[in-house]
């Protein structure tokens, strides 16, 4: 079973950082645009931040320049690290990829608050 692991989720202050991990089950040569969204109650599940098959990444403009979206594919790992965290950041965050190119996966999401 093909499956996205997400940790890294917690409870921060404003202009904190946070740093999150998607762990796959697969080797991440096998997925393409991978990419990480949120969604609050209420609101449709928004991209973040997304790197595309070629390698070439595209931010949501609200984080951009705060939000950084990188791979490890030695350790099947996509992470998100964020920094500089806003309230309307508060989200459950979630990591997706198309596994060869055609099935969507989810990850079951983790939960990002940002309160002082």
């Known amino acids: 079973q093909v499956q996205l692991v997400e940790s890294g989720g917690g409870l921060v202050q404003p202009g904190g950082s946070l740093r999150l991990s998607c762990a796959a089950s697969?080797?991440?040569?096998?997925?393409?645009?991978m990419g990480w969204y949120r969604q609050t109650p209420g609101k449709e599940r928004e991209l973040v931040a997304i790197?595309?098959?070629?390698?070439?990444?595209n931010y949501a403009d609200s984080v951009k320049g705060r939000f950084t979206i990188s791979r490890d594919n030695s350790k099947n790992g996509l992470y998100l690290q964020m920094n500089n965290l806003k309230p309307e950041d508060s989200a459950v965050y979630y990591c997706?990829?198309?596994?060869?190119?055609?099935?969507?996966?989810w990850g079951q999401g983790t939960q990002v608050t940002v309160s002082s």
């Open positions: 997706s990829a198309l596994y060869f190119g055609s099935q969507r996966i």
């Open positions: 790197e595309s098959s070629i390698g070439s990444t």
């Open positions: 697969r080797s991440l040569l096998r997925f393409t645009n």
